[in-house]
């Protein structure tokens, strides 16, 4: 995704302020509402804090905002995914209907599926506490370790000489070392408090299509 919206930046190479601004944008956000909700709510903080706030104007303009996030994440983070299919199916990078008719029907497959299975929300959940450790600490170091052990250097070209890249050190090793080992830490422990509040807080209940049919059903029958 990272590589997605370099590709999209004028300035591409200011990709790391980008990620060191949102990082700060969404700690920032999530550090506010969590004191509030502490400072408001206290320990009456149920596991969903939308669910917790009575009804009112705020609350519904809070789940247009969450609804419109969710939108906007999806529609940037599936971007990698949009090119490889459009790349498979030789469709032309530039706008049209083919890749409006693409993406309009991908993302309407991925919210029927939702649908159709009974709370995804905490399938995602624990499908993301189970990779995410993996993929932000794990995976990372273990390549960069691979990949450096694999090629010590490049050759030159032209007028430019050979570029040598040494093999990493002890302190690069241990480093390395000490990422994946938080990164196994995490990862469990994602996974456990994700499975745990799974099993307290949630309420197994039909999925939408069900809910759905069920009450067309009924309606009918009424009426």
Same mark, same amino acid.
């Given at each position: 995704?990272?590589?997605?919206?370099?590709?999209?930046?004028?300035?591409?190479?200011?990709? #790391?302020?980008?990620?060191?601004?949102?990082?700060?944008? !969404?700690?920032?956000?999530?550090?506010?509402?969590c004191l509030l909700c502490y400072l408001r709510l206290g320990d009456s903080v149920g596991y969903n804090t939308l669910q917790s706030l009575p009804q009112s104007l705020g @609350?519904?303009?809070?789940?247009?905002?969450? $609804?419109?996030?969710?939108? *906007? #994440?999806?529609?940037?983070? !599936?971007?990698?995914? /949009?090119?490889?299919?459009?790349?498979? @199916? %030789?469709?032309?990078?530039?706008?049209?209907?083919? %890749?409006?008719?693409?993406?309009?029907? $991908?993302?309407? *497959?991925?919210?029927?599926?939702? +649908?159709?299975?009974?709370?995804? +929300?905490? @399938?995602?959940?624990?499908?993301?506490?189970?990779?995410?450790?993996?993929?932000?600490?794990?995976?990372?170091?273990?390549?960069?370790? %691979? @990949? %450096? !052990?694999? &090629? &010590?250097?490049?050759?030159? =070209?032209?007028?430019?000489?050979?570029? !040598?890249?040494?093999?990493?050190?002890?302190?690069?090793? /241990? /480093?390395?070392?000490?990422?994946?080992?938080?990164? *196994?830490a995490a990862t469990f422990c994602s996974t456990y408090f994700s499975f745990r509040s799974t099993l307290?807080?949630?309420?197994?209940?039909?999925?939408?299509?069900?809910?759905?049919?069920?009450? &067309?059903? /009924?309606? #009918?029958?009424? =009426?």
């Amino acid at each position: 995704m990272l590589l997605s919206v370099q590709m999209d930046m004028k300035n591409k190479r200011d990709i #790391s302020k980008a990620i060191i601004l949102a990082f700060i944008m !969404s700690g920032s956000i999530c550090l506010i509402t969590c004191l509030l909700c502490y400072l408001r709510l206290g320990d009456s903080v149920g596991y969903n804090t939308l669910q917790s706030l009575p009804q009112s104007l705020g @609350l519904d303009l809070a789940l247009c905002l969450s $609804t419109l996030q969710v939108c *906007l #994440s999806m529609a940037i983070g !599936s971007t990698s995914l /949009f090119q490889d299919i459009e790349q498979s @199916l %030789r469709i032309q990078p530039e706008f049209g209907w083919r %890749r409006a008719a693409l993406r309009t029907g $991908t993302v309407l *497959l991925a919210v029927a599926v939702g +649908e159709a299975v009974p709370r995804a +929300e905490l @399938l995602m959940g624990l499908v993301g506490g189970a990779l995410t450790g993996q993929l932000m600490f794990l995976f990372p170091p273990l390549l960069y370790w %691979r @990949l %450096r !052990s694999m &090629s &010590s250097s490049t050759p030159g =070209y032209g007028s430019i000489g050979m570029l !040598s890249i040494p093999p990493p050190d002890r302190r690069q090793h /241990f /480093f390395l070392i000490a990422v994946v080992v938080v990164g *196994l830490a995490a990862t469990f422990c994602s996974t456990y408090f994700s499975f745990r509040s799974t099993l307290e807080y949630a309420e197994f209940v039909p999925s939408c299509l069900i809910n759905s049919t069920a009450a &067309s059903q /009924f309606v #009918s029958r009424v =009426y």
